[in-house]
């Protein structure tokens, strides 16, 4: 397994990010691409239950299955949903040794990908905690994956980010826990807002190249820049992880070919 450097482990820690350069060689990048574009070209037949979001509008999306995604649809940006469910090449990524070392080592266990997102366009999503969405059965026990499958430009609505924003003590919501309670979402980000004031933290971006991957804490507030210019694509595969010794072992099914493991469940319904 690699290990990572003191330095880097030191930087995780101070603040909720890691970048790792070249994981993945430009060639590598680029089949996995043709493999997506032969998908994308052949979803009548070949996408099976795999879900697309189509982001009419930075906050409005619609969902649908990517076999009846038309043209049109696919001319918005949009988000391939969890094509590491079906979709072997998504797999081999994702789950490559040379990347799972690293997460394995930040969450001290195995990756399990819980979840992935394929982008060709930034996603310009709003500002959040990936806890809301998505927590962990185990405290700060889920990390990120964006894996850059192009060379990004800073007009092409690149990833922002506060270093550091992971050490605010989570929002809690009614219920008493860190996922999401939507109508009390303005209150939480509120709270996350004056802690950062409070905290004197600054927002970054992140523009990397092909087969770079950066890496956050589930706790770092994050979320995707406006596109400033249309004809830029930013294409990503960002892949959310938990860990396999905080679940149940039929929540889990092991990737034959890379050993890796999965969340063992269907697409989400349309
Ligand atoms: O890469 C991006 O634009 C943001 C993606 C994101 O926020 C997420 O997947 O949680």
Partial sequence: ??????????????????????????????????????????????????????????????????????EADLAYP???????????????????PRLRGTLDTLISGSAVIINSLSLRMGSQQAMHCD?????????????????????????????????????????????????????????ALGYVHSSLDAAGLEPASFVGNAGDVFIWHSQLFHGGMPIEDPDRTRKTL?????RREDMQPDQVLEDPETGGFIMNRGHPPV
């Fill in 78 to 96: 949009y988000k391939v949903n969890d094509l590491f469910i079906s979709f072997a090449p998504c797999r081999r990524l994702a789950l490559d």
């Fill in 131 to 187: 806890t809301f969405y998505m927590p962990p059965p185990a405290t700060d026990k889920m990390v990120v994956a964006s894996i850059c499958l192009e060379d990004q430009v800073p007009q092409a609505g690149p990833l922002v980010y506060y270093a550091g924003s992971h050490r605010i003590p989570p929002y809690r919501f009614s219920h008493g826990e860190i996922h999401a309670v939507p109508e009390e979402m303005p209150q």
């Fill in 238 to 242: 960002v892949v959310h992880y938990w």
């Fill in 1 to 70: 397994m690699p290990t990572l450097t003191s330095d880097q482990l030191r930087s995780w820690d101070r603040d909720g990010f890691l970048v790792l350069r070249s994981v993945f060689s430009r060639s590598e990048v680029d089949s996995y691409l043709a493999e997506v574009d032969q998908l994308v070209q052949n979803r009548a037949h070949e996408a099976g239950e795999t879900t697309v979001d189509v982001l009419l509008q930075p906050d409005n999306s619609q969902r649908m299955l990517l076999c009846d995604a038309t």
